[in-house]
Nanobody, 123 residues
Framework: QVQLVESGGGLVQAGGSLRLSCAASGRAFSSYTMGWFRQAPGLEREFVAAISGSARSRYASDSVKGRFTISRDNAKNTVYLQMNSLKPEDTGVYYC????????????????WGQGTQVTVSS
């Protein structure tokens, strides 16, 4: 069992930055692929980025590539999402999730989810 708690969301102007954190409790954190997803009102939850348990593999969606960076600190059981050059279309609730599978990017492959943190980017 893994419990996830996100933090770091807020209101920021376009072009600004935010860093999201996701603290995990439970055993074997380093064995899980960790992912970030987001959901805007009226839209489906979409993949943002994923990082393997060892952090050797990382992948980001085309919409955030070059602006967002996913990282993790296994000693602290925490995964991060550094978001730079934010755009209004990045607005949504951001969720972190854990999967026992390697580098998956679809929601149905993630077993554990946080409660989400709101990110709002004003124009």
């Amino acid at each position: 069992q893994v419990q996830l708690v996100e933090s770091g969301g807020g209101l920021v102007q376009a072009g600004g930055s935010l860093r999201l954190s996701c603290a995990a409790s439970g055993r074997a954190f380093s064995s899980y692929t960790m992912g970030w997803f987001r959901q805007a009102p009226g839209l489906e939850r979409e993949f943002v980025a994923a990082i393997s348990g060892s952090a050797r593999s990382r992948y980001a969606s085309d919409s955030v590539k070059g602006r967002f960076t996913i990282s993790r600190d296994n000693a602290k059981n925490t995964v991060y999402l550094q978001m730079n050059s934010l755009k209004p279309e990045d607005t949504g609730v951001y969720y972190c999730a854990a999967s026992p599978l390697f580098m998956v990017i679809t929601t149905d492959n993630y077993n554990y989810w946080g409660q989400g943190t709101q990110v709002t980017v004003s124009s």
